[in-house]
């Protein structure tokens, strides 16, 4: 298979690939480079729904869109600044919020007790100026950390939690009904690849807390994280063309949007697979 790295440490785009027009051949391919690489680019995917989801289930169980996102109860998660008249809406509308908590580094789902494995997102209108989607290799993260801080990682859990991610743009925009479903969670602050046993450090936006840490410990450690992996090093920022189609690994990757003229419109496509593999338990 043709490909080419995206950043020196993770990433790659394939080239010559339609993801409606796939063989059995290349879905083994693409299964193993998204093991080995995390995170696949595929231009000009120019696709409908059915023939994303098609593609999605090659990678496992499709996740249920939760109530209080559009998609909620499909297969399909629909990231848009657009009303249903296809008028672009205001900052306070909840969808422009919800971008905006797109904009924090995280791994989807993670506030889910089987959080998210593959995330197959497909820019179908993207803006001209900004609105880019980043990532960060946690395998990498782990790998350059000091080893006393990789062996303290490895004993701890974290609390991750919905309400807290949204806590940080309005914590009015988590209806009653998403509190209920969604109480907090514990995963594992080091996950590990059941294919090739890498390592990579597990938090995001969700991550409220460190559990059997105190309070203070546990903000001072997720603070040290986060400044470290705010290094423009670690970062592979992609600019959409419409029709990419990118494919994540939420077990070692974080992600987040980037600010872009709001007067533009903005519509994306993305089908979740389940990490069934992986369980987290109730606080
Ligand atoms: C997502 C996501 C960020 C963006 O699709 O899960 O967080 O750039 N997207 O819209
Ligand atoms: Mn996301």
């Known amino acids: 298979m043709n490909f080419k790295k995206v950043h020196p440490d993770f990433g790659i785009e394939i080239k010559d690939i339609k993801i409606n027009k796939i063989n059995h051949q290349e879905i083994t391919e693409i299964l193993n480079l998204f093991e080995e690489y995390s995170l696949i680019v595929l231009k000009n995917q120019k696709i ?13 169980e499709l996740e249920v869109t939760k109530p209080g ?17 296809g008028k672009v809406v205001d900052d306070s509308h909840k969808q422009a919020k919800n971008d905006r908590a797109n904009q924090q580094w995280h791994s989807d789902s993670s506030f889910k007790i089987h959080p998210a494995h593959a995330s197959i997102l497909n820019g ?19 790998k350059r950390l000091d080893q006393s801080i990789q062996k303290q990682l490895d004993n701890l859990d974290a609390i991750h939690h919905f309400a807290h991610s949204r806590s940080k743009i309005d914590s009015s925009m988590v209806s009653q009904i998403e509190l209920d479903k969604f109480p907090p ?11 090739n046993n890498k390592k990579a450090v ?3 936006s969700h991550t409220k807390s460190i ?13 040290y994280l986060n400044d470290f992996i705010n290094n423009e090093d670690y970062i592979y920022s992609h ?6 189609l990118i494919i994540w690994d939420n077990r070692s990757m974080l992600h987040r949007g980037q600010p872009y003229d709001v007067t533009e419109p903005r519509y994306l496509v993305r089908a979740t697979v389940s990490d069934t593999m992986s369980t987290g338990t109730y606080l």
Not at 48 to 60: I, M, P, R, S, V
Not at 69 to 85: F, P, Q, Y
Not at 129 to 138: A, D, L, Y
Request: some cysteine; proline content about 4%.
């Open 124 to 142: 179908r209108t993207t803006p001209k100026i900004g609105g880019s989607t980043q990532f960060i290799c946690m395998r990498n993260i782990y």
């Open 239 to 244: 600019k959409w063309d419409d029709f990419d």
């Open 202 to 204: 597990y938090f995001g």
């Open 69 to 85: 996102t559009i998609g909620s109860n499909s297969n399909l998660v629909i990231l848009t600044n657009m009303d249903e008249d």
């Open 211 to 223: 559990k059997n840490l105190d309070g203070d410990e546990s903000s001072k450690l997720l603070k």
């Open 48 to 60: 409908t729904n059915e023939e994303q989801l098609d593609f999605a289930k090659n990678f496992g």
């Open 185 to 195: 969670v514990i995963h594992p602050m080091v996950k590990i690849n059941p294919v």
